[in-house]
């Protein structure tokens, strides 16, 4: 099973793709955390990526088309893939939808999260993550459940993304408007476009999509 879940900046992408998959044993491609991960790494696509990132705005189609091709092969993704942050563009879903095609492969399900834009920035003002394993919480939404401890490894440091300052989380939200919500009529199009209320809890939101995808 393949998946894209589409949405804007603090839609619940990360949380709900987490859930993916561990239920249904899914490789999570998330375009935001490997771009972390090149920065954190200092690679060249790091460098590139770097101030881009801190400006909310995008990187390049080349370098993001660059990187599915590589991370949506079958060794990578014995079960199928979950896309959270890719396509973005609509020069990204087209370079998608051919590489699909080259591959036999086709987008079982694209997820929309619909959430209003003032929900957002509360979400995003929150959010914090495990330093070791990724994990993700919020201040108010989702505490672990001990204190100051991730649930899932037991680390007691967590660490907040740089972009989500409220100057820069207001630029991305721009560009999901601008550059990102055309590709929903594309999906719908296609006929996969399933569309969930993103403003309810983490745990309904998740019964939603398992109700779409189980
Ligand atoms: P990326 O990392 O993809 O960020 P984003 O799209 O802005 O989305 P977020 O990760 O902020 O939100 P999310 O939807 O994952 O929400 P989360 O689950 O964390 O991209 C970062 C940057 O990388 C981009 O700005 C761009 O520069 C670059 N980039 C990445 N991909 C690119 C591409 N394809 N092309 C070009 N550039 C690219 O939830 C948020 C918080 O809310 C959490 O604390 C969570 O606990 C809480 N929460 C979640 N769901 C709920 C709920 N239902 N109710 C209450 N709280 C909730
Ligand atoms: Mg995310
Ligand atoms: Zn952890």
Do not use: W
């Not at 939404?141 to 967590?158: G, I, L, N, Y």
């Amino acid at each position: 099973m393949n998946i894209i879940l589409l949405g804007p900046p603090g839609a619940g992408k990360g949380t709900q793709s987490d859930y993916l998959r561990d239920t249904y044993k899914l490789t999570k491609l998330a375009t935001g955390d490997m771009l972390r991960a090149a920065v954190a790494s200092g690679s060249e696509i790091g460098l590139k990526a770097k101030a881009v990132m801190a400006a909310g705005a995008l990187v390049s189609d080349d370098i993001m088309i660059g990187i599915i091709r590589d991370a949506i092969s079958d060794s990578n993704c014995p079960n199928g893939f979950i896309l959270d942050g890719f396509p973005r563009t609509t020069a990204q879903a087209a370079a998608l939808d051919g590489m699909l095609e080259e591959e036999g492969k086709k987008i079982d399900y694209v997820i929309e999260l619909k959430v209003d834009d003032a929900a957002l920035v509360a979400r995003i003002a929150g959010r914090y993550s495990c330093k070791k394993c990724g994990a993700g919480y919020h201040d108010t939404f989702r505490k672990p459940a001990v204190a100051d401890r991730c649930d899932a490894c037991d680390s007691t440091e967590f660490t907040r993304r740089e972009d989500d300052k409220a100057e820069t989380v207001a630029k991305r939200l721009e560009q999901y408007h601008a550059m990102t919500a055309p590709l929903l009529p594309h999906y719908k199009a296609a006929g996969n476009l399933r569309t969930v209320d993103g403003m309810a809890d983490i745990a309904e939101v998740t019964l939603a999509i398992n109700g779409i995808v189980g």
